[in-house]
């Protein structure tokens, strides 16, 4: 009896794991069924096909949740302008972007920071330098590109000057996979991101930033 007991119990808990496991497939189903390509991601004017790919490449996922309704480039440029016409330093979010439930976690963080003056001094060891912009630099975990930008939406005779980050949300571990792809993926997201905030606030000639990245070190 002792034994039949036992032998329920287990039975049951077994079941009990087989229908947790069945929902978890299921929330994991339906995430994915929600999902949306990276051109539709951040008010779908942020990421360029060649910079779907590069998130590809940095979270191993060609699908992620969809942007939330403030997660734009469209808002973050509002965002800036407005903060622009009381300091001139500032700083905020653009998008943050998650692959979907089921796959592995990663959360790729893009932001903003307003200067009032021209970047000054050497590049941080750990980035490699780019021709982009006023300056630009990549590593395997992030990359950044600044730009100047003279425009109706910033009113004022100097130019305000823009940084894009891109980097990976959580805490900083060792990269895996190809360290030069990465370098590449995070340079090529954080120029997709950088000329459409150009772009959106109307900057003269896009900030100084041409159509395709420019990835060969300075």
Request: hydrophobic fraction near 40%; proline fraction near 6%; glycine fraction near 12%.
């Given at each position: 009896?002792?034994?039949?007991?036992?032998?329920?119990?287990?039975?049951?808990?077994?079941l009990?794991?087989?229908?947790?496991?069945?929902?978890?497939?299921?929330?994991?189903?339906?995430?994915?069924?929600?999902?949306?390509?990276?051109?539709?991601?951040?008010?779908?004017?942020?990421?360029?096909?060649?910079?779907?790919?590069?998130?590809?490449?940095?979270?191993?996922?060609?699908?992620?949740?969809?942007?939330?309704?403030?997660?734009?480039?469209?808002?973050?440029?509002?965002?800036?302008?407005?903060q622009?016409?009381?300091?001139?330093?500032?700083?905020?979010?653009?998008?943050?972007?998650?692959?979907?439930?089921?796959?592995?976690?990663?959360?790729?963080?893009?932001?903003?920071?307003?200067?009032?003056?021209?970047?000054?001094?050497?590049l941080?060891?750990?980035?490699?330098?780019?021709?982009?912009?006023e300056?630009?630099?990549?590593?395997?975990?992030r990359?950044?590109?600044?730009?100047?930008?003279?425009?109706?939406?910033?009113?004022?005779?100097?130019?305000?000057?823009?940084?894009?980050h891109?980097?990976?949300g959580?805490?900083?571990?060792?990269?895996?996979?190809?360290?030069?792809?990465?370098?590449?993926?995070?340079?090529?997201?954080?120029?997709?991101?950088?000329?459409?905030?150009?772009?959106?606030?109307?900057?003269?000639?896009?900030?100084?930033?041409?159509?395709?990245?420019?990835?060969?070190?300075?």
């Amino acid at each position: 009896m002792r034994r039949a007991i036992v032998g329920l119990a287990a039975t049951v808990l077994l079941l009990a794991g087989v229908v947790g496991c069945g929902e978890e497939k299921s929330r994991a189903e339906e995430a994915w069924e929600q999902s949306v390509s990276p051109e539709r991601l951040c008010g779908g004017a942020a990421v360029s096909a060649q910079a779907g790919e590069a998130l590809e490449t940095i979270t191993g996922s060609s699908r992620f949740e969809a942007s939330g309704r403030t997660s734009t480039v469209a808002y973050a440029a509002k965002d800036l302008s407005d903060q622009f016409t009381s300091s001139v330093t500032a700083h905020g979010d653009i998008c943050r972007v998650f692959t979907p439930v089921g796959v592995p976690d990663v959360d790729t963080r893009i932001t903003w920071r307003l200067s009032g003056s021209a970047p000054k001094g050497g590049l941080d060891p750990r980035y490699t330098g780019l021709r982009m912009g006023e300056l630009a630099g990549t590593a395997p975990d992030r990359a950044f590109v600044t730009f100047a930008c003279r425009s109706g939406e910033l009113p004022g005779v100097a130019p305000a000057h823009i940084d894009v980050h891109v980097n990976y949300g959580a805490i900083p571990t060792e990269p895996e996979g190809d360290v030069e792809e990465l370098k590449d993926a995070y340079a090529t997201v954080a120029h997709s991101f950088a000329l459409s905030m150009a772009k959106e606030l109307g900057c003269e000639n896009d900030g100084g930033l041409k159509p395709q990245p420019a990835l060969d070190a300075a």
